[in-house]
T-cell receptor, first 112, second 107 residues
């Protein structure tokens, strides 16, 4: 079953602008994680937010989690061309057997 | 900072051949996973491994797939008789940390 659904599927912005990506999930989770993937490359773990947290920051990243709406958002502030990548959310839960279930991803393009 | 490593980075094989993809997870982690990503698609769970045995597998993980942790260090994924549709990026994960992936191309 699909767990994470990212929105939008593609986002194109200018360098310096903020980028916001949203994710919705279906079943209950213990935490939600965001990953970045450069084209054809590996997955880089960006940030983990636990189900009892509402917001978390890491550098230029800000993640929110609303468990009542089963949704999360990733905000990248002051974007750079190097932020161009695909971004995935993945839900993790004990009731999923401890595996991550990924969404389709948002393809972010930051134009210099 | 410890990281998950995978070898080889790329593998090209003929249909019907066996391939073994190798991973070295982070040493004090307990949960290991294999995921795959067909080009342009989302990352899909294949199998999870805990305490030296499979704890869960997806419907993708059929009889042609197997996993092993032969020496307490390496964690391998074997595909017995590869098919064209096995062409994908295969990621090993140690808890939530992913390796760089092995790109498998089946001809």
């Amino acid at each position: 079953s699909q767990q994470g659904e990212e929105d939008p599927q593609a986002l194109s912005i200018q360098e310096g602008e903020n980028a916001t990506m949203n994710c919705s999930y279906k079943t209950s989770i213990n935490n939600l994680q965001w990953y970045r993937q450069n084209s054809g490359r590996g997955l880089v773990h960006l940030i983990l937010i636990r189900s009892n947290e509402r917001e978390k920051h890491s550098g230029r990243l800000r993640v929110t989690l609303d468990t009542s709406k089963k949704s999360s958002s990733l905000l990248i502030t002051a974007s750079r061309a190097a932020d161009t990548a695909s971004y995935f959310c993945a839900g993790w839960g004990y009731n999923q057997g401890g595996k991550l279930i990924f969404g389709q991803g948002t393809e972010l393009s930051v134009k210099p | 900072e410890p990281e998950v490593t995978q070898t080889p980075s790329h593998q090209v094989t003929q249909m019907g051949q066996e391939v073994i993809l190798r991973c070295v997870p982070i040493s004090n982690h307990l949960y290991f996973y294999w995921y795959r990503q067909i080009l342009g698609q989302k990352v899909e769970f294949l199998v999870s491994f805990y305490n030296n045995e499979i704890s869960e597998k997806s419907e993708i993980f059929d009889d042609q797939f197997s996993v092993e942790r032969p020496d307490g260090s390496n964690f391998t994924l074997k595909i017995r008789s590869t098919k064209l549709e096995d062409s994908a990026m295969y990621f090993c994960a140690s808890n939530q940390y992913f390796g760089p992936g092995t790109r498998l191309l089946v001809l």
